[in-house]
Each structure stands twice: as structure tokens, then as C-alpha cells.
């Protein structure tokens, strides 16, 4: 079954310094998003994009932060300069149509800010 | 902002019986209500969706019922069975097509007894 796969899995970051996380979303699907979750918290919306765009941010979705699809199959979040409170569960996800008909998440990347 | 709430953290029911997972939201621009299972470690999955036209929606032991009236679904897992516990979150969607991102909800935490 396709899968959206996340690099790396764990990433321990010092506070300010850049972090970029990767997503290999499912080749076919068109929409592509980011969602965090801070632990014990509930998964939050960041961005969507579509059709090498932004379709909508969210207000968390700051200037620190930025998305990227460089190659046509990997799609990117930089954070320029970390924070302690952005860490979080980081989820990549994609869909064929849309997000009301389902997302394929990948398993995520832990960002641990220090 | 709770626009999509789920207020019973857990849930713990004997394997065989039914699992009702509740699930209320307050924006009525919400067009499309989706369940998602997640394990330790792992992405949320897509489990079934409902449309806000319709009153029930049925995949094998799932079934999503919406009382659009009450602002209000439900998620009938019949059996339950000891695979699935893990936590189930309630999330929403407006048709806005390729921004149609979705609102979650904290999440119920189910156990399923053997």
C-alpha cells in the first residue's frame, strides 16, 4: 500500500538553529499539508499546498516558517529559527482529492527543540 | 478554539461489545466529518468519513452516524476487538477544495479488554 514517508523520524535541534523536514508524499496525490502536535495536545493544521502554492496557512504558520516541493516528489517544512514551544510531532500528509476525502499521513518526525 | 470537541479522553469497553466514541463540533460551515485511528509512533490513519448530507455511514464493524441538527456524530465500532485500541480523533472539513484542511479534536484514547 503507498505510504507517505517522513526523514528523519527523531530530530534534536538547538534553539535558533534551522531545521528542514522532509516528506515523500504518495506519488499521485496532488494535495499536500504539514500538522504538528504538541504532546498531549491535539494535531493542528499548519499549511496546505497545492499546485506548487500555498493554498491556506494557519496563524501558527508563521515567518519562521516555510514550505517547499524543490523536486516534484519530496515536499519540505523549514523553521528558520526554532523555538522551544515548536516542539512537536511533525505529520506530513497527502490526498488524491482533497482533505475531506481522507489523508494518507506519514508516521511523523519528532522535533525535540533544546 | 474548539470547534471540534471530544470530550471523553477514554474509553475502555470488553472485547465483542460496541464502542461508542462521541464527538461534537460548533462551526455548521463544516462539511465533512472524518475519523481517524492513531497508534504509538505512528501517522493518524483515515478510518471513514461522513458527509454532511447524509445521516450514517457504514464500512465493515465502523459505522459514523451525524445528527447535523445537534451538531453531533459518533463513531459505532461493532465488535470491538483488542487491535483497536488506540486513539480516535473526530476531525472536520469545510468543501473548499484544495483548502479543505481539517480540524481535529483532542482525541478519545480507547481500550479494548480481552
Known amino acids: 500500500e503507498p505510504e507517505v514517508t517522513q526523514t528523519p523520524s527523531h530530530q534534536v535541534t538547538q534553539m535558533g538553529q534551522e531545521v528542514i523536514l522532509r516528506c515523500v508524499p504518495i506519488s499521485n496525490h496532488l494535495y499536500f499539508y504539514w500538522y504538528r502536535q504538541i504532546l498531549g495536545q491535539k494535531v493542528e493544521f499548519l499549511v496546505s499546498f497545492y499546485n506548487n502554492e500555498i493554498s491556506e496557512k494557519s496563524e501558527i504558520f508563521d515567518d519562521q516558517f516555510s514550505v517547499e516541493r524543490p523536486d516534484g516528489s519530496n515536499f519540505t517544512l523549514k523553521i528558520r529559527s526554532t523555538k522551544l514551544e515548536d516542539s512537536a510531532m511533525y505529520f506530513c500528509?497527502?490526498?488524491?482529492?482533497?482533505?475531506?476525502?481522507?489523508?494518507?499521513f506519514g508516521s511523523g518526525t519528532r522535533l525535540t527543540v533544546v | 478554539d474548539q470547534q471540534v470537541k471530544q470530550n471523553s479522553p477514554s474509553l475502555s469497553v470488553q472485547e465483542g461489545r460496541i464502542s461508542i466514541l462521541n464527538c461534537d463540533y460548533t462551526?455548521?460551515?463544516?462539511?465533512?466529518f472524518l475519523w481517524y485511528k492513531k497508534y504509538p509512533a505512528e501517522g493518524p490513519t483515515f478510518l471513514i468519513s461522513?458527509?454532511?448530507?447524509?445521516d450514517k455511514n457504514e464500512d465493515g464493524r465502523f459505522t459514523v452516524f451525524l445528527n447535523k441538527s445537534a451538531k453531533h456524530l459518533s463513531l459505532h465500532i461493532v465488535p470491538s476487538q483488542p487491535g483497536d485500541s488506540a486513539v480516535y480523533f473526530c476531525a472536520a472539513s469545510t468543501r473548499t477544495g484544495a483548502n479543505s484542511k481539517l480540524t481535529f479534536g483532542k482525541g478519545i484514547t480507547l481500550s479494548v479488554r480481552p
Open positions: 462551526n455548521s460551515m463544516f462539511d465533512y
Open positions: 500528509a497527502s490526498s488524491e482529492r482533497g482533505g475531506q476525502y481522507g489523508y494518507t
Open positions: 461522513i458527509s454532511s448530507i447524509k
